[in-house]
C-alpha cells in the first residue's frame, strides 16, 4: 500500500472533489483517479461513492479513514525526527482569528521564517468558527482561535491562555465618565459588532438575553483594527478582546466601560486535528504563537 496513495484518499476525502484534490497534490484528475482505483484494490473494496459531480466516502471509507491518518501522520512525523529545525521544510496551513493576526502576526510570522527558513507558511485568516471546521475537513493543520476551552478529544491544544472582552468606547462617550453602567444601557447605544459567531459577541447577546432584550448593530465588522478606529472616531460602542483596545486605553483615546454582571473570558488557544502529527513544524509555530500570546495586554496563562 503506497504513502502516496493514502496521502491522495485523505485529501479526497476533504476537498469531496478528485479535480480539486488534484490541483491541489499536483496530479491529473486521471492520475488521482488511478491512485484511488490502486487503493481501493489493495483494500477490496470501494472507497467513494461517485454520483454525478458528487463525490462522499461509503462505510469502507469510512472505516479506513482513521487508519490513513494515523499512516500518513507517523510517517511525516519520522521525516521529520531527525532533522534540525533549520533544516526543516515543507509547507504549513496556519489559521488565525483576525484579532489574534492583527496583535500577533508582524512579530509572530518574522520570528518563525527566522527560526524555520525553509518552511513556507500558507495563512488563512477567518472566523474561529470557519477556521474549527477547515481544522475538521484538514485543509488547515494549526489554528490560533478566541473560543471556550475545547474539548480534549477533538483536539490537541498546544497553548493556551484567557483573555477578556471588553465594553469599550470613545473616551468622550456619555458612558465613558460612569463609575457603573448596567447591562441594560448597552442594548440602546450605537453598536458595532463582530461577525455573529464571535464567542465574545454570543456572550454578550446572552447578557442582554436575560434582561429580555436583544443587540441591534447597526455595523457587523471581522475586523477589530477596524472596530477600535471606529470607536476612536465617533460616539460607538463594541465589544471587543481587550488587547485589541489596550493601547487606545493606555494613550487615553478609549475607556473601558465597568458593568456588573457582565463578565466576559474567553480562551485563546493553539490547536491541532486531534489526528494531525505534531511535527516540529507546527509545534515550534505553536511554541512561538504561545509565547507571543502570553506577551498581549490582559492575557493570563
Request: net charge negative; hydrophobic share 45%; with cysteine.
Amino acid at each position: 500500500m503506497e504513502l502516496r496513495n493514502l496521502k491522495t484518499f485523505l485529501r479526497v476525502a476533504a476537498l469531496k472533489n478528485f479535480t480539486a484534490a488534484g490541483v491541489e497534490l499536483g496530479y491529473s484528475q486521471a492520475n488521482i483517479s488511478a491512485q484511488i482505483k490502486q487503493l481501493e484494490r489493495e483494500v477490496g473494496a470501494p472507497l467513494f461513492d461517485r454520483i454525478g459531480r458528487t463525490v462522499s466516502l461509503t462505510q469502507y471509507g469510512e472505516a479506513l479513514l482513521p487508519y490513513a491518518r494515523s499512516i500518513v501522520s507517523t510517517a511525516v512525523e519520522m521525516e521529520s525526527l531527525l532533522r534540525r529545525d533549520e533544516d526543516l521544510a515543507g509547507v504549513i496551513r496556519v489559521g488565525m482569528v483576525e484579532s489574534l493576526f492583527d496583535a500577533l502576526a508582524p512579530d509572530l510570522l518574522p520570528a518563525y521564517h527566522r527560526a524555520y527558513p525553509r518552511v513556507q507558511i500558507e495563512l488563512s485568516v477567518d472566523a474561529t468558527a470557519t477556521l474549527k471546521e477547515a481544522l475538521s475537513r484538514g485543509t488547515l493543520d494549526l489554528a490560533c482561535l478566541i473560543d471556550d476551552p475545547l474539548p480534549p478529544g477533538q483536539w490537541q491544544v498546544l497553548a493556551a491562555a484567557e483573555t477578556r472582552a471588553v465594553a469599550a468606547v470613545n473616551s468622550s462617550h456619555p458612558l465613558a465618565g460612569r463609575g457603573r453602567v448596567r447591562v441594560e444601557e448597552l442594548a440602546g447605544q450605537e453598536l458595532i459588532f463582530m461577525e455573529h459567531a464571535a464567542p465574545y459577541g454570543l456572550q454578550f447577546t446572552h447578557a442582554l438575553s436575560r434582561q429580555g432584550l436583544e443587540p441591534a448593530p447597526f455595523l457587523t465588522l471581522q475586523s477589530p483594527a477596524m472596530a477600535g478606529r471606529l470607536l476612536e472616531a465617533g460616539p460607538y460602542l463594541s465589544i471587543l478582546p481587550f488587547f485589541t483596545v489596550a493601547q487606545g486605553v493606555e494613550a487615553g483615546r478609549l475607556a473601558v466601560l465597568r458593568v456588573p454582571g457582565l463578565e466576559m473570558k474567553q480562551t485563546i488557544q493553539v490547536v491541532l486535528h486531534r489526528d494531525k502529527a505534531p511535527v516540529p513544524q507546527l509545534t515550534g509555530f505553536a511554541r512561538l504563537a504561545g509565547e507571543a500570546i502570553a506577551g498581549l495586554p490582559g492575557v493570563e496563562a
